[in-house]
DNA sequence: AACCGCTTTCGTG
DNA sequence: TTACGCACGAAAGCGGTT
């Protein structure tokens, strides 16, 4: 049977929310973003990418191309709410939801034709459901892979649809361009400029070895295939482990170490607990360092054995920063994470816990419990952690 | 040759 | 005039070991 994949877009998500709880702010603009000196910008309303505001522009940037503009901190408790209702809307058409990001999913509506009259039907009610039911509207990409359906959503949007059918995939990708294809940002397209490619026509005569050759094994046959309008088939991932993570540009550059220590504390804490949260097995702790100029480092361990409390995260957290930072130079950003996290079905799990250390891992999740209950609880649980 | 640890780079929303 | 977050995943390249 003939495949047939949806990609859904909410449009403008953030913005749209902030209007929705505020009826006041329809058809003004409104930037979703940071409130500090360095923030940018998360989400900005159609009204304000009329003068050339976007995601991920500095908010002092946006403020002077857009002077009126309404500046709102981001809210997401309340957007993964409504995420989570428009997302249950999406499962009354299909099975097979993949939601891919706060604002996106994919629909698998192969076979979907004996219920409804045609995808564009389908897409029809799915729009009229989410906007009845939520007030939000979104666009649908229809394409026969899940790669020519995520760009079809965009190409026609806010409110839009857009189907392309079979046989119509490399037109297509001809008709958007390089620049807005999925997986090539700013510097792979320099870099396909350099080679004085600037279209997919002519990304098509290099033959596969040449692209793997110039771009890498994976990347030179993604950009083989997709250039094709062929699915890079990036989305069948056998979860195997992930990462989890904090970081914190500060609203001035810190050199005072003591300062630096107690953010790597608190984020040490603060990133422990989702870990435990999730029940799962930390294997490597990093930190991850810029400066003024905007140098970035990082530095990872893994120990021999596997990490189960904060302190230990904040113990060799602070031993990479001493070991990678030079004395008195000043911080930008500075950031925590874990590494190599694995469900518990993982095969450290098993056998690495003497009875002394399983004690020392339940006292740990005690102590996150009562962290959960209150910020004053948190900085004493904080303190009173780091002088034991 | 296969795998692991570490660091950097790139891309996404 | 400049201005540039945060969280996450994937991959490359290197040195090292099994």
Redesign the pocket.
Known sequence: MEPVFFHI?LDA?FAAVEVLDNPSLKGKCIIV??I????????CSYEARKYGVH???????????CPKAIVLP?RMKRYAQLSKEVMNIFTRFSPDVTQ?????AFLDMTGTSLIYSSPRDAALQIKKQVFEETGLTLSVGIGPSRYIA?MAS?YNKPDGLCRVSPGNEQRFIDAIGLKK???????????LAQHTITTPEKLRTYKLETL?SM??????S?LFNICRGIDPG?YA?EA???????????PTDIVDRDVLFQYLLE?SH??MF?ALSEGVIV??V???I?DPE???????????YPIYNATQVYDLAKQ?FM??WPLHTPV??L?V?????YSGEAPLQTGLFDESETKKRTLEKTVLELQKKGKSVTKATILHTSED
């Open positions: 877009d998500f973003g940071g500090g000196p360095r923030s940018v910008v998360s989400t995601s991920a522009m500095p908010v002092a940037k946006a403020l002077s191309l981001a891919i990001s706060i604002d996106e995520k965009d294809l999925w997986g090539i940002g700013k510097v792979t397209l320099e870099k793997q771009f890498g094994q994976i990347q030179g993604y990036i991932q195997k482990s992930h990462s989890i993570s904090s970081e914190i540009t500060f984020m603060e990133i989702r294997r490597t990093g930190v991850k810029r905007f140098h970035t480092i990082s530095a990872q361990k893994t120990p021999d990479l070991n990678k930008r950003l950031g994470g874990l590494y190599q996290v």
